[in-house]
């Protein structure tokens, strides 16, 4: 597995928004987007890498097989979604590779390494924190649903209602952590997390700046 330096995961994904908007020639993005998936494979995310593939795939086959032949009043319907759906996988694929590599402590520390104000730094490490906790909190409504055989027209209410409540909830007592290990003392912060550049963090950045020229050369 490839463990990647959390502000390359940042750089990458403003690289593949700019390759992907840039870009006029579908061989580019097909490359581009399959190297992605490529190192999204290598950190370990092998299923991440067959969905997001298989949704690119089926993008692009509807929108130069299918649309060509398709009724036009289908293809107006249809285009837009198809055309920026494709367009947001790059962005996923980074995405996912964040989310599946780089936990809360790595980032913060790798935001402290580009003197990042806390000001930004603290909302974000709580929010990240914050989905996930809210996400662990409906597997649980769910369970007790399950539990006591709740009816179908009652679900909605049984699950809003309680996730509401644990929202409110969640959100105090993760700030509360957050102020509990000192995230507010405006002295400089240590962190035993080692962040640096590595041969594969320069070659992934490297890849990155020559597919944004090839985007620009080939436009």
């Known amino acids: 597995m ?15 928004n700019a390759v992907i908007f840039i870009q006029r020639n579908i061989a580019i993005e097909i490359i581009w987007v399959g190297l992605l998936l490529l190192l999204l494979c ?10 997001l593939a298989a949704v690119f795939t089926a993008c692009i086959v509807i929108q130069y097989f299918v649309f060509p032949v398709a009724p036009k009043s289908v293809v107006s319907i249809f285009f837009i979604l198809i055309s920026y759906a494709r367009k947001v996988i790059p962005c996923l694929i980074v995405g ?3 989310m599946k590599t780089v936990t809360v ?11 990042v104000p806390y ?7 709580v929010s990240i924190r914050y989905f996930p906790a809210i996400k662990e909190e409906i597997g649980y409504i769910r369970d007790a649903m399950k539990l006591r055989s ?13 996730i509401m409540m644990s929202a409110t909830t969640t959100s105090d007592e993760l700030s ?6 000192g995230i507010e003392n405006p002295c400089k912060k240590t962190s035993i997390i080692d962040i640096r550049f590595g041969i594969a963090d320069f070659v992934c950045i490297a890849v990155g700046v020559l597919f944004i020229a090839l985007a620009v050369i080939f436009r």
């Not at 027209?153 to 309680?162: A, G, H, L, Q, S």
């Open 2 to 16: 490839l463990k990647l330096d959390p502000r390359t995961c940042i750089i990458l994904l403003v690289i593949a």
């Open 150 to 162: 709740i009816r179908f027209t009652d679900k909605f209410e049984c699950m809003i209602v309680p």
């Open 96 to 98: 996912t590779l964040t």
């Open 42 to 51: 290598i950190c370990g995310a092998v299923r991440s890498v067959v969905k």
């Open 119 to 125: 000001s930004l730094i603290i909302p974000l490490s």
């Open 176 to 181: 509360a952590a957050a102020v509990t290990r």
């Open 105 to 115: 402590r790595e980032l913060t520390a790798a935001l402290l390494k580009w003197k």
